[in-house]
């Protein structure tokens, strides 16, 4: 089976898309799944990986627990 020039292109264009999102896969502090995370700081010091859906519930589920304010900021990575 013969590619064409245009096929060969798109096919090079999702190797790289796979390898971009395969390297976002994290285990996810607070969920424990393996999900698209970011690195976030608490406190601006502990940094840890948290998928999308966790990152408001961490912030307060800790500031209920330690009572004090907690703030979950993204890392500059």
Known sequence: M???ATEFRELIT???NIREKVGLLELCWSCQKIS???QWLINDMVPVW???????EVSFR???ETGMPLSVTASGE
């Open 2 to 4: 013969e590619i064409t």
């Open 50 to 56: 948290l998928c999308g859906r966790c990152v408001d």
């Open 14 to 16: 999702m190797r790289a």
């Open 62 to 64: 800790m500031t209920d």
């Open 36 to 38: 698209e995370c970011r």
